[in-house]
């Protein structure tokens, strides 16, 4: 596995916010979810049934342990309280850096926590600082990144803010071919409906959709939140892929989220490898608009019911292991 330098402009430290995912809005939609939000002191947690079980997984993804505090006792008596066999704190949003602080924040995770087996969000991102101006911006991105902007601005894509309920009806559909086209399980149409309109009322959600002669050939949510604007989920479709309309798309979301007072673009995953197939595409993709790929630091498990853990942990290997075999 090889990272790769990748030239960019940054003017400020990438790492340095608290995820959406660790906001009140995001626990109050996965509470609306019946998925129980849990918060402990600045940070929270989701609770996920175990099959045939009365225990839990607390699941607490991206936390910022350089920005969020909590006191680790409190965190594990609430934990047992809820039923849950452990913490999974899930890729942390902390770069894996060669610094004292992020040394000793490994160590001390490792003093109290286990490396989880396995993780849910990418440990790879790009993160692209979007503060300068957008001329900066666009001497920073891959030279067929512009090229590609540009082509499909010229061949009459338009790209349009959608936050209505066209826009998740578009998003929806779009969803469903692209999914079935790149072989992936997304979220049912009403996550994401329900994601929008629980984020879109606090100001913190807004769908794009690319248009040709009236035909929509992608649609992109973007969230944000305290000056970092997030792409969560894209979608586009099979028809005239020449236009380049994902390309304006970013184009475009960048110039929203500064016009939302943002100053960093967190993309939401990334490979590090160019032999991942699965994911090298998009990467590369992403890569072209000069952004920075960075690498987080593990996953960590605070274990409080050991034995069930290892069960859980085996079953949930076996479970892998079984789809590989079957993929």
Not at 50 to 64: D, M, R, T, V
Not at 85 to 101: C, T
Not at 287 to 298: A, Q
């Amino acid at each position: 596995m090889k990272l790769l330098a990748v030239k960019y402009v940054q003017h400020m430290k990438l790492d340095a916010f608290v995820h959406i995912v660790q906001s009140r809005e995001w626990g109050d939609f996965k509470s609306s979810m019946n998925t129980k939000s849990v918060i402990v002191d600045d940070i929270q947690f989701t609770k996920h049934k175990l099959p045939k079980l009365p225990f839990y997984i607390a699941y607490a993804p991206k936390i910022n342990f350089l920005k969020q505090k909590f006191d680790w006792e409190k965190l594990k008596n609430i934990a047992i309280k809820e039923k849950c066999i452990m913490v999974r704190f899930d890729v942390p949003n902390n770069i894996n850096e060669n610094n004292d602080e992020v040394i000793a924040l490994v160590k001390d995770l490792n003093n109290k926590c286990k490396i989880s087996p396995r993780s849910t969000f990418s440990k790879h991102n790009i993160l692209l600082d979007i503060s300068g101006s957008l001329d900066e911006i666009l001497a920073g991105m891959n030279q067929k990144t512009r090229y590609n902007i540009k082509l499909a601005e010229k061949k009459g894509v338009k790209v349009l803010l959608k936050n209505d309920s066209e826009g998740i009806n578009i998003f929806n559909k779009l969803m469903k071919e692209t999914s079935a086209r790149q072989g992936f399980l997304p979220h049912s149409e009403n996550y994401y409906a329900k994601c929008f309109d629980n984020l879109y009322k606090n100001k913190m959600a807004n769908i794009l959709v690319a248009y040709y002669e009236n035909e929509p050939l992608g649609a992109w949510m973007l969230f944000n939140k305290d000056n970092v604007l997030y792409y969560p989920y894209g979608t586009s479709s099979a028809e005239h892929r020449n236009l380049m309309s994902s390309n304006l798309l970013a184009w475009e979301a960048i110039k929203l989220g500064k016009n939302l007072g943002c100053n960093i673009f967190d993309m939401w995953g990334a490979a590090a490898d160019e032999n991942d197939k699965a994911w090298w595409g998009f990467t590369k993709f992403k890569l072209g608009y000069g952004g920075k790929l960075v690498e987080y630091i593990d996953s960590f498990d605070l274990v409080i019911n050991k034995p069930i853990y290892n069960i859980f942990n085996f079953s949930y290997w076996l479970f892998w292991k079984l789809r590989k075999l079957n993929s």
